[in-house]
């Protein structure tokens, strides 16, 4: 199937590691040029580097901390200058601390919202006069199965995730009649670097191997497995591709069954 993403122009946010360099890859896989960040500039070197390498796609690399709307107005401006246009945007940024209510600070609750609703809505206000003004653009959140079946002890992804899906609904309807689709993509139990530290950390709570503690969350799934990131990353190309053209105001979940809802 042609996704149509030839020569368009992505910006995946935290694009260096995890699930955001899985869909960075699988963009560039299918002819797109990419503008990916990241906070930790080494990192995203070695990661633009080797995408490059590896899909002969053109990719920009730019340092950048999403929490900072000065940065990503930079962000979104480099990337204008050196392709002239962005087509694509996929939100994403590290999911913030657990913690439950009593155990979780003012201070904790800010940053989560600059990290988690903020950046997506800065990402969005930059990228979107020149998708209205071509009358065409993607905008793809990856958030959380968080936001359609709560997780105990992530109060703050719970609340915030959620926050980021009602911005996303309501941007949908605003901006259908430009040719710009806005969707949410909800992973699951993904074997990432960050789920990896969040098994290490709890299994030492509990006094269990990595290994045991894995197989606690493999038993919640139907598949009973963990996804792989180029999993969820298949399914983010054909949203922001030509054939989903039709797609906008959605949520869809990649986990394997975890989501026990109807919808």
């Known amino acids: 199937m042609d996704l149509g993403l030839k020569d368009r122009v992505a910006l995946v946010a935290a694009g260096s590691r995890g699930l955001g360099r899985a869909v960075a890859e699988e963009f560039a896989t299918e002819g797109a040029s990419l503008v990916i960040c990241a906070r930790d500039a080494a990192t995203l070197a070695e990661t633009t580097a080797a995408i490059a390498d590896q899909t002969g796609a053109h ?24 392709f002239g246009r962005i087509d694509i945007l996929v939100t994403n940024a590290g999911g913030p601390p657990a913690g439950r209510f009593d155990q979780l600070t003012q201070e904790q609750w800010e940053k989560a919202t600059q990290l988690t609703l903020y950046s997506a809505v800065h990402l969005a206000r930059e990228v979107l006069p020149g998708m209205k003004a071509r009358r065409w653009g993607r905008i793809l959140n990856i958030t959380s199965i968080a936001v359609k079946q709560p997780v105990d002890g992530l109060l703050l992804s719970n609340s915030l995730r959620a926050a980021v899906t009602g911005f996303a609904r309501t941007l949908a309807n ?5 040719g710009i689709t806005v969707n949410n993509i909800l992973p699951g139990y993904t074997r990432t670097e960050r789920l990896e530290e969040l098994a290490r950390m709890m299994a030492e709570k509990q006094g269990i191997s ?13 598949m009973r497995r963990l996804g792989e990131p180029r999993e969820l990353a298949a399914l983010a190309a054909f ?3 030509e054939r989903a ?11 394997g069954g975890w989501i026990k809802s109807l919808f």
């Open 59 to 82: 990719v920009l690399g730019v340092p950048a901390d999403v929490t900072d709307p000065v940065q990503v107005k930079h962000l979104v401006a480099s990337g204008n200058e050196r």
């Open 174 to 178: 605003e901006v259908a009649t430009e």
């Open 210 to 222: 990595e290994s045991q503690f894995r197989g606690q969350w493999e038993q919640e799934i139907p």
């Open 239 to 241: 949203l922001v591709s």
């Open 245 to 255: 053209s039709y797609i906008t105001g959605t949520s869809i979940q990649v986990d």
